[in-house]
């Protein structure tokens, strides 16, 4: 069973063609090849520090890739106005300060085109620590906790319309947790360490923001 990611349902309903130009800022972790499988036909354009836990179906599923200079706030090897729809998939949280970078991505956007961001919750401070990171600082490169508020005023700041912002919901995801739960739980018993898979959803770890660059 394929579940559709979060990240894709609200741009599913107000996208359409085939020739959409994506742009994946932070592209690891398989997206590339699930991004090509939720929009056959995008233009996908990869963007991030290193090439990180991608596999040959992932680079293949790549049309362009960019190297980011970590001190680069401008982006500037990325062209303006020129995505559909733009993926910062748990990004902000690795970035000291973020609002210059933020500032810039919006500017990537064609009028008109969407951005999906997504970031711990304020609530993942006080979740359980677990294997795969449920309790925020399970990451040691997390150093910036985002705010649901703070992202969407740089948004707001910078032509971009929030037209969706809270906790990140999947009926299907949420099922799914709560089935491990208990599984995951029992683990604890015998091992003393908790695997975050399959909780996130459940218990409130992503919040995101979703918005839409308005015309020129």
Not at 78 to 100: C, M, Q, R
Request: charged letters at 20%; aromatic letters at 12%; a neutral charge.
């Amino acid at each position: 069973m394929h579940i559709c990611p979060t990240k894709f349902l609200y741009a599913r309903r107000r996208l359409s063609g085939s020739r959409l130009r994506i742009l994946d800022i932070g592209c690891g972790n398989n997206s590339p090849s699930t991004t090509k499988h939720w929009f056959p036909g995008c233009h996908y354009s990869g963007a991030d520090i290193e090439r990180y836990n991608l596999n040959d179906q992932d680079l293949a599923a790549m049309d362009t890739f960019y190297l980011l200079d970590p001190n680069d706030q401008e982006y500037s090897a990325i062209p303006d106005n020129s995505f559909d729809f733009i993926i910062l998939h748990h990004v902000v949280e690795h970035i000291a300060t973020p609002e210059p970078i933020l500032a810039a991505i919006c500017s990537k956007l064609k009028p008109g085109g969407y951005l999906w961001i997504a970031f711990p919750s304020l609530r993942s401070l006080w979740l359980p620590s677990a294997e795969g990171t449920l309790q925020f600082c399970d990451d040691p490169t997390h150093v910036y906790i985002p705010d649901i508020r703070e992202i969407s005023n740089i948004l707001l700041e910078n032509g971009v319309k929030v037209l969706h912002a809270g906790r990140s919901r999947s009926f299907v995801r949420e099922s799914i947790g709560a089935i491990t739960l208990p599984w995951a739980l029992l683990k604890r018993s015998f091992t003393g360490r908790l695997s975050g898979k399959g909780l996130w959803y459940i218990l409130g770890f992503e919040d995101h923001v979703f918005g839409q660059r308005k015309p020129i």
